[in-house]
Nanobody, 119 residues
Framework: QVQLVESGGGLVQPGGSLRLSCAAS????????MAWYRQAPGKGRELVAA???????NYGDSVKGRFTISRDNAKDTVYLQMNSLKPEDTAVYYC?????????????WGQGTQVTVSS
């Protein structure tokens, strides 16, 4: 079975930092594109950051310069380093694994981890 398990979410003050992790199993991790999406109440799911199997990264406009996505193929894990967090970053963050450039159409999603940015 494909399993994506996120961790690292929590409550943080504005300006603070968090690092999210997504550990994958059941896939050949090195050939999958990986991404982080988020969904806030009343809003659609949006792309936060993506990293291809070749290491090319892409970021949503609202997080450019603040967030960094990376992957460790030896650990089958993708990370999202979040710095300078803002209240509008509050959302459930989901890990996505995509074969064949499916992106958000891929059925492989984690369970989500809550990130709350509040003073």
């Amino acid at each position: 079975q494909v399993q994506l398990v996120e961790s690292g979410g929590g409550l943080v003050q504005p300006g603070g930092s968090l690092r999210l992790s997504c550990a994958a199993s059941g896939i050949i991790f090195s050939i999958y594109d990986m991404a982080w999406y988020r969904q806030a109440p009343g809003k659609g799911r949006e792309l936060v950051a993506a990293i291809t199997r070749g290491g090319t990264t892409n970021y949503g406009d609202s997080v450019k310069g603040r967030f960094t996505i990376s992957r460790d193929n030896a650990k089958d894990t993708v990370y999202l380093q979040m710095n300078s967090l803002k209240p509008e970053d509050t959302a459930v963050y989901y890990c996505n694994a995509s074969p064949l450039r499916l992106g958000a159409l891929s059925p492989y999603w984690g369970q989500g981890t809550q990130v709350t940015v509040s003073s």
